[in-house]
Each structure stands twice: as structure tokens, then as C-alpha cells.
């Protein structure tokens, strides 16, 4: 019976510790993706809006007519391995999967997102234009 009530306070314990961790893998509001990009970036935004909506850009430079041009990059990598063997006699007659080997996989996936915008000099948005590719 001591065991169980350790076992459940134990439970508890780890559970409201594990709360606050959760709350914490929720998105951030300056994450830059192109969901973001084609639904929420739109033409006659301020400077301060697209700042809150991306974060800061990764390069900004002047134009000719006494604005900016800020591009935001983003590149990310997903890997992803696999391996699977066998439970039973196969057509080598071996029993189980260990002895005749199995079988690996791994595939990776880049993506790049880059975003250019313009601003006029009142720091309002004047056009932008995206590019996503994966490979």
C-alpha cells in the first residue's frame, strides 16, 4: 500500500512539473513561415506590424526612393530513419529477423523561405514577393 501511494504522489508530481514545459512548445508569434507569408503579409502594413508579425529581418538595405528592403531567410532540415526486420521464417528459412537482417532507411529534406518586402519612406509596406523550395 506504500508503494502505491508513493507511485501516486510521484504521478502527480511529474504531471504538474511536465504543465508549465508544455505551455512552452507553443509556437512563438514571430515565427516565419509561409502560412504566415500568404495569409497575414499584406500590402499598406507598417514597419512595426510586419516586425511583430516575423521578428526582425535578416538583411535591410536603402533604396533609391528613401526606403527599405528588408529580406527575411529561413532554411531547415528534417531527417527522418527508419529501419524495419523481420518477426518470422522468411524465404531464407531463417527464424526471427536478426539472423537474416534487416533493413534501414533515411531520407532528409531542405527547405529554404525567403522573403523580400519594400517599404516606402512613411515605413509602409509597397510590395513584396516569396520564394519556398524544398529539395
Do not use: H
Given at each position: 500500500?506504500?508503494?502505491?501511494?508513493?507511485?501516486?504522489?510521484?504521478?502527480?508530481?511529474?504531471?504538474?512539473?511536465?504543465?508549465?514545459?508544455?505551455?512552452?512548445?507553443?509556437?512563438?508569434s514571430?515565427?516565419?513561415?509561409?502560412?504566415?507569408?500568404?495569409?497575414?503579409?499584406?500590402?499598406?502594413?507598417?514597419?512595426?506590424?510586419?516586425v511583430?508579425?516575423?521578428?526582425?529581418?535578416?538583411?535591410?538595405?536603402?533604396t533609391?526612393?528613401?526606403?527599405?528592403?528588408?529580406?527575411?531567410?529561413?532554411?531547415?532540415?528534417?531527417?527522418?530513419?527508419?529501419?524495419?526486420s523481420?518477426?518470422?521464417?522468411?524465404?531464407?528459412?531463417?527464424?526471427?529477423?536478426?539472423?537474416?537482417?534487416?533493413?534501414?532507411?533515411?531520407?532528409r529534406?531542405?527547405?529554404?523561405?525567403?522573403?523580400?518586402?519594400?517599404?516606402?519612406?512613411?515605413?509602409?509596406?509597397?510590395?513584396?514577393?516569396?520564394?519556398?523550395?524544398k529539395?
Amino acid at each position: 500500500m506504500r508503494n502505491f501511494i508513493v507511485v501516486v504522489f510521484l504521478s502527480i508530481f511529474i504531471t504538474n512539473c511536465a504543465i508549465p514545459m508544455s505551455n512552452r512548445a507553443v509556437a512563438d508569434s514571430n515565427d516565419f513561415t509561409l502560412g504566415k507569408v500568404q495569409s497575414q503579409l499584406t500590402k499598406g502594413m507598417s514597419a512595426a506590424e510586419v516586425v511583430s508579425l516575423f521578428g526582425s529581418p535578416n538583411l535591410v538595405t536603402s533604396t533609391k526612393d528613401g526606403g527599405e528592403s528588408w529580406t527575411y531567410d529561413k532554411i531547415s532540415q528534417e531527417s527522418e530513419a527508419s529501419s524495419r526486420s523481420g518477426m518470422g521464417a522468411g524465404s531464407s528459412g531463417n527464424f526471427f529477423g536478426f539472423l537474416t537482417g534487416g533493413k534501414a532507411k533515411s531520407s532528409r529534406e531542405s527547405k529554404n523561405l525567403t522573403l523580400m518586402i519594400k517599404f516606402d519612406s512613411n515605413d509602409t509596406v509597397t510590395d513584396f514577393k516569396y520564394q519556398s523550395v524544398k529539395y
